[in-house]
């Protein structure tokens, strides 16, 4: 498809387990983003990558959150012992380099 | 999000009425204003744009009006539809990331 997917799209964890989430970008986009929607709240910014570069991970809450981007096209947001509070949908967007970002569908998180 | 203040949380209109949801912001630094359109279960889209040295831009039935001085724009749907009923987010660009409002719920009735 033409646009951007995110994979699984459902995911249900138990507390403490880790989980991983995958985006794959539209192609030849060099700027990747992924941003944390809670439920009922605007999406907010964890983390820039240009490339495999992350220029921005100010926006991760806490060192169990890490994402990567090792060859610049597929991008893992992982979340590390999860808690019921990183239950949220996990968004993906990536742009050409402008400002015109194209996000996925995100990805459910439930941490039970 | 604090930066970001969205109103109305939520708004009612019937077909061909013309919403108006309205953003204020605080950070000077700010260089480019989007309106996102976001319906349940899919990601937000970007719905149209406005750059600070311009004060008014129409796409379509969608206008942005931009206030510099007052740090605040506005989105205005003419003619609105009920498949216009989605959420609407304001988000602010600055440097390297959107800074997204909390959002507007719209219900455009028949």
């Known amino acids: 498809g033409a646009g951007v997917s995110q994979s699984p799209r459902y995911k249900v964890a138990k507390r403490g387990q880790d989980v991983a989430l995958r985006c794959d970008p539209i192609?030849?986009?060099?700027?990747l983003f992924w941003y944390q929607q809670a439920l009922g709240q605007g999406p907010e910014f964890l983390t820039y990558?240009?490339?495999?570069?992350?220029?921005?991970k100010s926006g991760l809450p806490s060192d169990r959150f890490f994402a990567e981007r090792p060859e610049g096209s597929v991008s893992t947001l992982k979340i590390q012992r999860t808690q019921q509070e990183d239950s949220a949908v996990y968004l993906c967007?990536?742009?050409?380099?402008?400002?015109?970002?194209?996000f996925g569908p995100g990805t459910r998180l439930t941490v039970t | 999000q604090q930066q970001v203040k969205q109103s109305p949380q939520s708004l009612i209109v019937q077909k061909g009425g013309i919403p108006i949801i309205n953003c204020a912001y605080e950070?000077?630094?700010?260089?480019?204003f989007p309106w996102y359109q976001q319906f349940p279960g899919k990601g937000p889209a970007l719905l149209i744009a406005?750059?600070?040295?311009?004060s008014e831009k129409k796409e379509g039935r969608f206008t942005i009006s931009f206030n510099k001085s007052a740090k605040q724009f506005s989105l205005h749907i003419m003619d609105s539809q009920p498949g216009d009923s989605a959420t609407y987010f304001c988000?602010?660009?600055?440097?390297?990331?959107?800074?997204f409002g909390t959002g507007t719920r719209l219900q455009v009735f028949p």
């Open positions: 967007a990536s742009s050409i380099g402008g400002l015109a970002m194209n």
């Open positions: 192609s030849g986009h060099v700027s």
């Open positions: 990558f240009q490339n495999e570069a992350q220029l921005d």
């Open positions: 950070n000077t630094a700010f260089d480019y």
């Open positions: 406005i750059r600070p040295d311009v």
């Open positions: 988000a602010p660009y600055n440097t390297d990331k959107l800074i």
